[in-house]
């Protein structure tokens, strides 16, 4: 499963990148509105330190805008993915940026119904929202399985992005599911690594190790 981060902090980008862990990154306009920084700086920025996609959400709502705003976007980088809304607007843009060759990643989805249409319209991937799902009392995994099985009947090659992750066990769980991609925010990431077990474990090695005075080097 490919790790993407969900986050337009260019520090947090700069710093997971170097662990060598990290194979893209999405963006939304709530997150580029967190940072205070010009959009178009921001994916610039991101392009230069990230070689896989970066997803740059569209903000017209008419697929005429959405396709103008994606030509652009698409221009800061090779590796930009533009982003469009589950909406009709949303996949008439989606079935021409894919057409013209743009990475497109269709957003907010939140039935199986939609992804199969976003396939339909050439989606690179669609990115169902798990954790907004579960905030309502539905089961957002239960959607990443029924994606996973519609595509793999079907043969489409769409990519299944589980996204508005809030758990370390979304990740675990999104992995078994099959999922192609998770978009995780940084402090999940670095939450994955954690087990006091390793922890506990690691201190009492040093501290044998310790005991026997010697160095490896
Ligand atoms: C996906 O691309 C979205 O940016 C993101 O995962 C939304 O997550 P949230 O529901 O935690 O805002």
């Known amino acids: 499963m490919q790790f993407f981060v969900d986050t337009a902090d260019i520090d947090e980008i700069r710093s997971l990148a170097e662990t060598g862990l990290l194979d893209g990154v999405t963006t939304n ?11 178009r700086d921001i994916v610039a920025d991101i392009c ?78 669609i990115s169902p929202f798990i954790g907004r799902l579960d905030d309502i009392g539905l089961d957002g995994m239960e959607l990443i399985a029924e994606i996973r099985a519609i595509y793999d009947n079907y043969g ?8 508005s992750i809030r758990t370390v066990n979304h990740v675990k769980d999104c992995a078994i599911a099959g999922a192609d991609v998770a978009t995780i925010p940084p402090k999940i990431i670095r939450q994955l690594v954690s087990h006091p077990l390793t922890d506990k474990g690691l201190d009492a090695f040093l501290a044998d190790w310790q005991k026997t005075g010697q160095s490896i080097l």
Do not use: H, W
């Not at 306009?29 to 959009?39: D, E, I, Q």
């Open 29 to 39: 306009p709530s997150l580029v509105a967190k940072t205070g920084r010009p959009f």
């Open 156 to 163: 489409y090659e769409t990519e299944l992005l589980a996204a």
């Open 48 to 125: 230069a330190v990230v070689d896989g996609p970066v997803s740059a959400e569209v903000t017209a709502t008419q697929a005429d805008a959405m396709i103008e705003e994606g030509r652009s976007l698409a221009t800061i980088a090779d590796n930009v993915t533009v982003k469009v809304p589950l909406t009709m607007d949303g996949l008439r843009a989606c079935r021409t940026l894919s057409m013209e060759g743009t990475m497109v990643n269709v957003t907010l989805c939140f039935s199986a119904n939609q992804a199969l249409l976003a396939a339909k319209a050439g989606a690179t991937y």
